[in-house]
C-alpha cells in the first residue's frame, strides 16, 4: 500500500463549481507539499503546510493540513479550465528527507 | 534563468542501448534527487545526493547509475535500457533538512524517456 493516498483518483468538474481533493497518510507528516503538473510539463509548487491547522490561499486555491498532520485537503473555489491538471501530493516523513508523493489527482474542468 | 534544467527534455531510444539525462541546479542547494513518474502518474524516487555524496539510493536497478561530479549537478545513466524503463524522470533540488525548515523542493521540466 501506498505511503500517501490522494483521493479522488480522477475528478471532472464542471467550470464555476468547486472541488476538493484529499491527501491522507497513515504516519505523521512534518512537511506536506501540493503541486500541480499539466500534461508534458514539470511541478509547479503551489503551497507547502507544516503546522498542524494550518490553512494556506493562493488566488481560489486554498489548502489545510489537519491538526493531526496526517491529511491535507486542497480547495479550488470557482474552477476555472486552467486549473486543469495533475495535483500531486508530496510529503516529508519524520525522520526521512526524502518526499514521497501520492497517487495523484487528474483535474479536468469542462466547460 | 532556469533554476532546475534537465536535458534532453525528450529521448527515444531502442532497448539495449545506453543512455544519460543531465541536471543542472543554479539556486545553490546542496541536494538533488531523481524521481521517475510512471505512466500512471506516479511519482517515486530513485536517488538523492547531498553535496556530491549519495544518501538516498531506493530500490533502483543497477543499470542505473546516478553520478554528482559537484554539487550543482546530478547527471543519471542508464546502461542495456529496457521497456520497462520508459516513464518521464524528473530531477530536483533542495536545501539539506529543507522540510524542517519549511523551504521547497525544485523540479526540472522532465526528462520523457521512450525505449522502443
Known amino acids: 500500500s501506498q505511503e500517501l493516498e490522494q483521493s479522488p483518483q480522477s475528478l471532472i468538474v464542471q467550470e464555476g463549481k468547486n472541488l476538493t481533493i484529499n491527501c491522507t497518510s497513515s504516519k505523521t507528516l512534518y512537511g506536506l507539499y501540493w503541486y500541480k503538473q499539466k500534461y508534458g510539463e514539470g511541478l509547479i509548487f503551489l503551497m507547502m503546510?507544516?503546522?498542524?491547522?494550518e490553512e494556506k490561499s493562493h488566488e481560489k486555491i486554498t489548502a489545510k493540513l489537519d491538526e493531526k498532520k496526517q491529511q491535507s485537503s486542497l480547495h479550488i473555489t470557482a474552477s476555472q479550465p486552467s486549473h486543469a491538471g495533475i495535483y500531486l501530493c508530496?510529503?516529508?516523513?519524520?525522520?526521512?528527507?526524502?518526499?514521497?508523493f501520492g497517487t495523484g489527482t487528474r483535474l479536468t474542468i469542462i466547460p | 534563468d532556469t533554476a532546475v534544467s534537465q536535458t534532453p527534455k525528450y529521448l527515444v531510444t531502442q532497448m539495449g542501448n545506453d543512455k544519460s539525462i543531465k541536471c543542472e541546479q543554479n539556486l545553490g542547494h546542496d541536494t538533488m534527487y531523481w524521481y521517475k513518474q510512471d505512466s500512471k502518474k506516479f511519482l517515486k524516487i530513485m536517488f538523492s545526493?547531498?553535496?556530491?555524496?549519495?544518501?538516498i539510493n531506493e530500490t533502483v536497478p543497477n543499470r542505473f547509475s546516478p553520478k554528482s561530479p559537484d554539487k550543482a549537478h546530478l547527471n543519471l545513466h542508464i546502461n542495456s535500457l529496457e521497456l520497462g524503463d520508459s516513464a518521464v524522470y524528473f530531477c530536483?533540488?533542495?536545501?539539506?533538512?529543507?522540510?524542517?525548515?519549511?523551504?521547497?523542493?525544485?523540479f526540472g521540466s522532465g526528462t520523457r524517456l521512450t525505449v522502443v
Open positions: 545526493y547531498n553535496n556530491k555524496e549519495l544518501i
Open positions: 508530496g510529503a516529508l516523513l519524520f525522520g526521512n528527507e526524502k518526499l514521497t
Open positions: 530536483a533540488s533542495s536545501l539539506r533538512g529543507a522540510g524542517a525548515r519549511g523551504y521547497g523542493y525544485t
Open positions: 503546510l507544516q503546522k498542524g491547522g
